[in-house]
């Protein structure tokens, strides 16, 4: 099972909602991502959601490099 420190990835807004209001947040919900941001994905790659970038191959693709390197 993974765990997650909320405070620490979620604007403070968005720190006591549910993990199904969370993935349904726009992607300004993270901490660190502005409005401007969210816009900036979603004209590039249709990113609306959070759950849109955890799914965006992109995301994918750069954890998958990652964790090979971490691996050797």
Do not use: C, H, N
């Not at 405070?7 to 660190?32: H, M, N, R, T, Y």
């Not at 959601?49 to 693709?61: E, G, M, P, Q, S």
């Amino acid at each position: 099972m993974t765990s997650i420190d909320l405070d620490k990835v979620l604007d403070k807004a968005w720190a006591d909602k549910s993990l199904q209001e969370i993935l349904a947040a726009p992607v300004a919900a993270l901490k660190g991502v502005s409005d401007r941001d969210g816009e900036l994905l979603r004209e590039a790659f249709g990113v609306k959601t959070v759950a849109d970038l955890a799914d965006l191959k992109y995301v994918r693709w750069a954890q998958a490099l990652a964790a090979l390197e971490a691996a050797k």
